[in-house]
């Protein structure tokens, strides 16, 4: 257990002896914008370090040193909210990067397996999750709570050389680099507030609607970030919704909306969604964003997209990739439009495995049909 700079400042060097580390944050967020970090763990091949974040005094430096080391690899499952915690506290993305479910995916492990389900296909260890959802900001800790953050890295281990080894005898560590990409990306990271908008449904209709819901949002995504609190504790989506479609420029309209508390509206938070509402309406027309356009696709397009998802079930079942990896619905309706389209699934091994495949089901020269109770695709 590391309590001290000094002793994480140890731990960090021992650790960044070897080509790789495991590695796994316990948080929390409930009641803030950002993820509170409460527990670190890492695990060399030979020793394993549970970092209590929260002692008095703990300065991360070190952990932030080791994860800036591009001689180390970092090994995590399901990473992006681990790197996320990075990211807002380090300011930046740790790198080189591996992450076991991806890895999973393209090695027949399924669709984003949980860690404790993987641990389980590889080792035989069953794991004791009851300590998932325990409060990790109260100290101090128990010792199953000890137990379970060590299990998170130290079984994790073997997990990695199990994906290592399979990968390079499948030829695949290339794919799985490929998907780490998007996870080391500093754009997955950023929380631009302008962009707050995209994250809400289009409920609105009309331009007019759509730029006074980007400015609302914007608003709330500061003030959560500002507050650091979750964005339905400043205002909730239908509140948003509703000033759009609405538009009250005065406290007394904005008092009127169904979705407004009684008296909110001559608080701090009503004057800045009024003066949000204002900045809207001000904006010139010609840079308003444009409402999202519903898909149309050609008739006939739904049936050659269901008989795509056939074959690439088929496929992903025949070379152990998970589906979500090779082709999304995206890519499968992009291609029935176009022979040309300009999709991942069409690129590269995707392209080799299941693109090419999908051009013949579409052009007639390769056909589903049963085998008895077994569904197989054939050349025509």
Known sequence: MITTTSALADA????????????DTEF???????????????????????VDALAPGLDLAPFFELMRNETVLKVF??????????????????????????????????????????????????????????????????????????ADVTHLRDVYRH????????????W??????????????????????QRLKMRVKKPRELIILKEVAAWREREAQGRDVPRSRVIKDDCIYEVATQAPTTAEALGQLRTIPKGWE??????????????????PKEDWPKLPRHRQLPEGTGAAVDLMKVLLKLVSEAEGVAAKV????DDLEDIAVSDEADVPAMRGWRREMFGE????????????????????????
């Open 357 to 380: 495949q999908a051009l013949k089901l579409k052009r007639g020269r390769l056909a589903i049909t049963f085998d008895g109770k077994k569904i197989i695709a054939i050349e025509r």
């Open 28 to 50: 929390l967020r409930e009641s803030t914008f950002w993820p509170k970090l409460c527990v670190v763990q890492l695990a060399s091949p030979e020793q394993v370090f549970v």
């Open 163 to 174: 994906l290592k080894d399979s990968l390079a005898k499948a030829g695949r560590a290339d």
């Open 266 to 283: 001559r608080s701090r938070s009503g004057e800045d969604i009024l003066a949000a509402v204002r900045r809207a309406l001000e904006t």
């Open 12 to 23: 960090c060097a021992h650790l960044a002896r070897f080509d790789f580390v495991t590695v």
């Open 77 to 150: 499952h399901a990473a992006r909210q681990d790197i996320e915690i990075v990211w807002h506290l380090g300011g930046f993305v740790p790198v080189p990067l591996f992450d076991t479910q991806v890895a999973a995916m393209v090695c027949g492990f399924g669709d984003s397996i949980s860690y404790d389900q993987l641990v389980a296909r590889v080792t035989g260890v069953v794991l004791d999750k009851s300590n998932r959802f325990t409060d990790w900001s109260r100290r101090p800790l128990s010792q199953s709570q000890v137990d379970y953050a060590e």
């Open 326 to 329: 090779i082709a999304t619905t």
């Open 176 to 197: 799985v680099a490929e998907e780490m990409r998007v996870l080391t990306s500093e754009d997955t990271y950023r929380t631009d507030p302008d962009e707050a908008w």
